[in-house]
């Protein structure tokens, strides 16, 4: 899985000459081999050295700040989104969503490689939600579209339909 | 920009870390760990960092990672990498290893947790050949790997294994003094224990096996790899079974009483530890005794095994005499009004006893004294004298909780005579300040008494001999064990047997005439005395220990009298008793995060339960899913909404509603033809598999874990048919007919073999779903036989019954109500309730309201009953009852909403319908 996420990444990335990947361990760890010097491991790190290789290091963040957010969610997605829990995933879109209201991407203004890597954790979590659980997540929704569509992102996931009307109106209280 | 962080909280040693070693300015904030600082999180999650421009950072390695930036270092791959591996591999093993040492007390088990992370370290740092991880000099990667290792490297007491490379790395960071000070600063020089209040707020860590909750978060691909294989063999063995069909052999289904050991069976006596009589059992009681007992007894009989299992209610006792003088009736009538509540409750709970007696009896006393007299000839019986207060007054000793006075350690007021309620010290009568008689409040005087005393230590030998046997052949559980070892490591002393008190069992001794037995030495003969009062023959039993396997289910602080006290007692007696051979203790279960409390009203005790409108089979299910199996474990109203709506609901109850109904809409009622493909084949071998585990782990008391197989079942069962698609191949030509029968009928199967594992769990839902497919009754004993076999007991044209949903939706406003009604300061009503199950709830909280006028408290109590009213209309309604019982419910209803209009103070109108407009 991580490593069709890293070739979907290299594509998006326009990188011409693809890179040999291996993976490690139970959990299949994505290991990067390198030409020039020790193997990569890893699969936030080797998106990062993928960014770099591409000449884009405007997608790892433009400011220490925001460098230091994309770093943040991509530490999310490895941790607490690839170990959720059933319990879990009410809180993690309640959060996110929540976290979304104001952004348009997950650094603020500037798609990041931290949305693409969510995107692709996110996708069967998104695909599992009733369309009315998709409106309850609307800002989470929103911006799942918006990666979805993001041109090069998608790949190698199948696209999830989101209406952009709402059928259910907001419930009494 | 400021720095959020909490004491004792080891991610917040990451970031002071960062913080001091960059020099970076930056104020700092402690906060309590429950400070929900990040706004967008709901959980509380700290440390936090606030940037200038009002974002929060809530991820400890990011803001170290911005600390180091800030101030000119910037992070390089390999430093990204290794903050990866912090945050995906070690601190899993860290978490889970900090949790065992500073919270289960497993200190000597945190090197196997942390063996595989700390030999990578190592191997890192050894092939590199540089003093830090990333090179000649401190980076980022360092304070956070040597802050996240602080708390186990540091702890003197942690014998972590010889890691040559990391304990040189570790100094080498440590001796960097903002580090050191910082770690000061978290840990406050507590070491590990300065992060218990911290450890006590997470969540516990996953398992290692993983199997108490598996990430979901797989896609299909990596789940099917990940799936288990079958070789040929094994797909043959499972098409065997498969065909073998029902035995024909005759089954001993009716128990016939009395239940005597039997030669050439498995002989296996069941006892539940004797609840006390004077408390109403609340569920932490009810799961760790009798609940688990009963699943277990049920299991065995479905086995074949020759099963007797008993129980009965503590009677004797101070504070059974204490219950009857506030009561105003005599000891006896309070036994025998809560014995009976006793027994209501747990008929409720379908406790299937052979027999649930009392302690009270003759027999009681026969056996009791007859162990006595041996323990006596034998000579394991000595005198010693006592003081203790003795009331002139009231011409007795004091024993216990009948003098109050000041505590000696704490001062508080009203501390009882053998513990204080405040510091829970435990405390010798004589100590008590100002002590006075609770019954005359007369100041007692010290008077001397002689005393019998059991010799435990002329029994040690006999008792270890004995234990080696038991616990190596038996399944005792790992607490049992323990909890036993911790006592004889501490050497026993002799136990004073005997008591200045009325009610109990007299002791026969001229010398000690006006005595009765110490309960913990009379209790456990109960045991005995309700198998005496059950049949004659209860010496087959209990004086068998050849032909009798015993089982002892308890919470675990019952242990050390089943485990060392009572065996002396029988071994002292040396009449060829059986003693216990599997001792089965849970932990404790807590409710949602506190205790349960009588007294405070917090919790659900057992005659609450029923009120709740939650079926007895939906209780025990929760409770066993949730059994402190291994560690402590707790209650929560949230998580059994969710339980019962994911699981029941939604997986199991889905599926076997499923493959019902397709039996029944595409087949007219008929079991279909069934020509296994493959795939067919495949998944019988996985359920096959998954039963045998279930009666693996059931055969040594994992009943908790056992479950999980059930779950896992229905859960294969559902992807099955969600591929397979059998309401489209039905529509499709011959080949795709013929495909969804074979895929309905193995469905219907499935069905069949889950009800039979639900039985010792759900043993109301599991025949309504036998009703429902209209199964065999061979079908329970076949398949559980042996090592378990999935046959096909529902072959092509048998007719099925009438299919029904088995579960119904917990919803999150009848959860939250129930949540507050239990939440402590509960109504009288409610707490005092012992009425039997006959009284519904709502007719209770009427008869309250009777007269006009705006009253909040009846207003509050008329919500509930309102609720609870519109779910029984609900409820009728999705069964389909009859139009008149609808409509008669209904009305009851309406009455009720009007009611609670005029509690409220508004004009009785019906309020609008909500919720239905559309707009």
Sequence with gaps: MALRELSSLEKYLGLKKPNKYSTQGDKKVPVLQNNNGPPLLGLATIACHLAKEAKRPELLGDTAESRAVVQQWLEYRVTKLDSCTKEDIKFILKDLNLYLQDKVYLAGNRF????????????????????????????????????????????????????????????HH | MELFVSEGN??????????????????????????????????????????????????????????????????????????????????????????????????????????????????????????????????????????????????????????KSVNGWFDRVASIHSCLSAAQKVLQGKGLQGMKSYMQRQPAPQSSQGRNTQPCNCNPIEGEEGERAFSEEELEAAILNWSKGLSTSPLATDRQHPILPQEGKRNILVTSALPYVNNVPHLGNI?????????????????????????????????TENKAREEGLTPQLICDKYHAVHSSIYKWFQIDFDFFGRTTTEKQTEIAQDIFWRLH???????????????????????????????????????RGDQCDKCGRLINAVELREPQCKVCRQTPVIRSSKHLFLDLPKLETQLEQW????????????????????????????????????????????????????????????????????????????????????????????????????????????????????????????????????????????????????PADVWRFYLLYVRPEGQDSAFSWADMALKNNSELLNNLGNFINRAGMFVTKFFEGYV???????????????????????????????????????????????????????????????????????????SVNIACLLS???????????????????????????????????????????????????????????????????????TPQSTASTQPAAVPAPAAAVEVVTVNGVDPEKAKQLTQAVAEQGDKVRALKAQNAEKTVITAEVAKLLDLKKQLALAEGKSPEPAPQKGKKKK
């Excluded at chain 2, 005794?289 to 503590?314: I, Q």
């Excluded at chain 2, 007795?396 to 000041?406: N, P, Q, S, T």
């Design chain 1, 112 to 171: 990041t490689v931290a949305d693409t890597l969510m995107y692709y954790g996110i996708h069967p979590l998104i695909v599992d939600l009733a369309i009315q659980e998709k409106e309850q997540y609307v800002n989470v929704t929103r911006w799942f579209d918006h990666i979805q569509h993001y041109p090069g992102v998608r790949h190698h996931l199948p696209p999830v339909v989101v209406l952009k009307n709402r059928i259910y109106t907001s419930r």
């Design chain 2, 10 to 163: 080891p991610h917040c040693l990451k970031v002071l870390a960062a913080l001091e070693v960059t020099g970076v300015q930056c104020s700092v904030q402690y906060v309590n760990h429950e400070e929900r600082v990040v706004p967008f999180l709901s959980r509380p999650t700290l440390p936090a960092l606030l940037l200038p421009t009002g974002l929060h950072l809530f991820s400890s390695n990011a803001i170290c990672r911005y600390l180091f930036e800030v101030s000119g270092q910037e992070c390089s791959e390999f430093c990204n990498q290794w903050l990866e591996w912090e945050a995906t591999d070690l601190q899993p093993a860290l978490l889970q290893a900090l949790y065992m040492a500073v919270l289960q007390g497993k200190g000597s088990e945190v090197s196997t947790v942390l063996q595989g992370p700390l030999k990578f370290l190592d191997q890192s740092l050894s092939k590199g050949g540089m003093p830090y991880l990333t090179g000649e000099a401190v980076s980022v990667a360092d304070v956070v790997l040597w802050a996240a290792l602080y708390p186990v490297l540091s702890d003197s007491s942690q014998a972590l294994g010889e890691h």
């Design chain 2, 287 to 319: 799961i760790g005794c009798v609940l688990s007992a009963d699943v277990f007894s049920r299991y065995g009989r479905l086995r074949g095994w020759n099963l007797l299992f008993v129980c009965g209610t503590d009677e004797y006792g101070t504070a």
């Design chain 2, 377 to 415: 000839k034998n000579g394991f019986l000595v005198e010693d004298t006592v003081e203790q207060l003795r009331c002139e007054q009231c011409q007795r000793f004091l024993a216990d909780r009948f003098v109050e006075g000041i505590c000696p350690h704490c001062k508080y007021p009203e501390a």
């Design chain 2, 467 to 614: 234990l080696e046997k038991s616990t190596s052949t038996g399944d005792w559980t790992t607490n049992a064990k323990q909890i036993t070892r911790s006592w004889l490591r501490d050497g026993l002393k002799p136990r004073c047997i005997t008591r200045d008190l009325l009610w109990g069992t007299p002791v026969p001794h001229p010398d000690f005439k006006e005595k009765v037995f110490y309960v913990w030495f009379d209790a456990p003969i109960g045991y005995l005395s309700i198998t005496a009062n059950y049949t004659d023959e209860w010496e087959k039993w209990w004086k068998n220990p050849h032909q009798v396997e015993l089982y002892n289910f308890m919470a675990k602080d019952n242990v050390p009298f089943h485990s060392v006290v009572f065996p002396c007692s029988l071994l002292g007696a040396q009449d060829n008793y059986t003693l216990v051979s599997h001792l089965v203790a849970t932990e404790y279960l807590n409710y949602e995060d506190t205790k349960f409390s009588k007294s405070r009203g917090v919790g659900v005790f057992g005659d609450m339960a029923k009120d709740t409108g939650i």
């Design chain 2, 672 to 746: 279909p033809v069934m020509e296994l493909q493959q795939e067919d084949k495949k998944l019988l071998a996985l359920v096959g598999w998954e039963l045998q585990q279930y009666i693996q782990l059931m055969d040594k008391v994992k009943i908790r874990d056992a479950l999980k197989h059930i779950l896992n079942i229905s859960r294969h069962g559902n992807q099955y048919i969600q591929v397979n698609e059998p309401w489209k191949n039905i529509k499709g030509g011959d080949t795709e007919r013929q495909r969804a029968g074979t895929v309905t009928g193995v």
């Design chain 2, 756 to 826: 039979v594992m639900l039985m010792p769990y759900m043993p109301e839902v599991s025949q309504t779903i036998r009703n429902q497919l209209n199964a065999p009754q061979s079908c329970v004993s076949t398949m559980l036989q042996d090592n378990g076999t999935f046959v096909c007991s529902l072959c092509a044209g048998h007719r099925i019954g009438t299919v029904s949903p088995l579960f119904q939706k917990l919803e999150a406003d009848q959860i939250e109500a129930l949540k507050k009604r239990f939440g402590g300061q509960q």
